[in-house]
């Protein structure tokens, strides 16, 4: 595993400071953020499929206090790095893992934990994972959240589970968080139901291949109408895709 972060960021700095004092993990700071650093295993001289972490800070418009896990992709804009189009691999069971730990230290301290849809660059060949505390700076500095982050990501590895693609749902997405938590169900890449216009039958493939292990879609079915749900059935079934509604 290598941890990269941006040395302008203060919930990345945060989370790397107690993953190299109190777990002896090696960091790598960034000038720039990591989200802009394409083939950020250069870098972090890490070997061909070494996981990749990227301890961060989430922003929300409405200030909501956040711990979350997502995987780097993009869709139909590169704004925030990467390419188009594509995305990076992702760990789904270590990202679960971490899911799990962060419940597990977290889940009384009245911050949302969860998922979140796959977005933003950087664009890499190894797995990659990112990790944030939201949404403000009060929570960023937090030095409690910061540790709790830290052994969260050091504890985990790659549990048994099912490993599925996530489709639906907003951007925060808790029925996908629920799965996980509850019925042992990793996931990889996630398109939000406002990636709908987005979603193609290549787009599709790339979730799936990226995704290691990857055995199948899980779709929120509350999320579409009949005619989104039978359009995303036919680009699944013209790739051969298993997929089932949740």
């Known amino acids: 595993m290598k941890v990269i972060y941006g040395k302008d960021d203060v919930a990345g700095s945060n989370i790397s400071y107690f993953l190299e ?3 002896s993990v090696d960091v790598i700071p960034l000038d720039e953020h990591p989200i802009y650093h394409d083939f950020p295993e250069k870098v972090a001289n890490a070997k061909a499929g070494e996981l990749i972490i990227v301890p961060s800070q989430h922003k929300s418009l409405k200030n909501i206090r956040s711990l979350t896990i997502h995987s780097a992709g993009n869709f139909d804009t590169d704004d925030y790095g990467g390419r188009k189009f594509k995305m990076a691999p992702t760990d789904a069971r270590f990202a679960r893992g971490v899911l799990l730990n962060v419940n597990k230290y977290g889940r009384n301290l009245g911050f949302e934990i969860t998922y979140e849809a796959t977005h933003h660059g950087p664009y890499s060949e190894n797995p990659l994972l990112f990790v944030e505390i939201g949404s403000s700076e009060m929570e960023y500095g ?5 540790y709790l982050m830290a052994r969260s990501i050091y504890e985990s590895y790659d549990e048994e589970a099912t490993v599925q693609c996530g489709i639906g749902g907003t951007h925060y997405s808790s ?17 939000s139901k406002y990636r709908f216009a987005s979603i193609t039958p290549d787009s599709l493939s790339e ?3 990226k ?3 990857a055995e199948g879609f899980l779709i929120d079915g509350k999320s579409f109408d009949s005619l989104q749900k039978n359009s995303i059935k036919k680009m699944l079934e013209s790739r051969s895709f298993s997929y089932r509604f949740v």
């Not at 937090?142 to 910061?146: A, E, L, M, Y």
């Open 211 to 213: 995704t290691i292990g």
């Open 175 to 191: 029925k996908f968080t629920n799965l996980a938590l509850k019925e042992g169900i990793a996931f990889g890449h996630i398109a």
């Open 21 to 23: 004092r109190n777990f």
């Open 142 to 146: 937090d030095r409690d959240i910061g």
């Open 207 to 209: 979730m799936f291949n």
